[in-house]
């Protein structure tokens, strides 16, 4: 039966030979009628960016770099869902608060000791998401003071897992307002002067 399918012909793999990744292309542009799925990075799509929980905090920070992101998903040893962390977790107040509670040096910090764990993180519904506007995504991270939302498919049995992930710098841009920092509120007011006109 095998002998019905010819061989195909292999090549050697070049040095440098690189890999393909998964890209999802978002529209430049957006009102905030548009749908929400047009500003959601869907990670079926894109690959998440994932740091271990007990990963030092300057080499999380050295990936986001790296990656040009400004948020991790923390994941266990068991590739769960441990939490998140951001960019403001690392550069604000959280490690100066860490050493002055728990002293040591800033190499002696861990993503654990500075993240946002899942207790902590609330969650947008995929159904939701998809019946929802560009609008209600800016409304419901301005209500929560947050810079990014995760959003979750639910299994029958209840089981979460993320598939997509709003971050309130990647809409801006898409809106069409020129994001000039990172504060949160300074992002927002960009977002509203864009709506102005």
Do not use: W
């Amino acid at each position: 039966m095998i002998k019905e399918y010819p061989v195909l012909p292999s090549n050697p793999l070049k040095a440098g030979s690189s890999c393909v990744r998964p890209v999802q292309s978002l529209p430049e542009r957006v009102k905030l009628s548009d749908a929400a799925t047009d500003v959601m990075t869907d990670l079926s799509r894109v690959s998440v960016v994932t740091v271990r929980a007990k990963t030092s905090m300057d080499k999380a920070n050295a990936k986001m770099i790296r990656y040009g992101v400004r948020m991790l998903l923390v994941l266990d040893d068991n590739e769960q869902v441990a939490g998140l962390l951001t960019a403001s977790d690392v550069l604000g107040e959280k490690p100066m608060r860490f050493l002055q509670n728990m002293g040591g040096t800033h190499a002696d910090i861990m993503v654990r000791d500075i993240m946002s764990s899942v207790r902590e993180i609330e969650a947008l519904k995929i159904d939701d998401v998809r019946n929802a506007k560009v609008g209600n995504i800016v409304a419901s991270l301005k209500k929560a003071h947050r810079q990014h939302a995760l959003v979750v498919a639910e299994a029958p049995d209840g089981r979460q897992s993320v598939c997509g992930l709003f971050s309130i710098t990647q809409i801006a841009r898409q809106l069409g307002a020129q994001v000039q920092s990172f504060e949160l509120a300074s992002t927002f007011a960009e977002i509203d002067a864009v709506i102005a006109h």
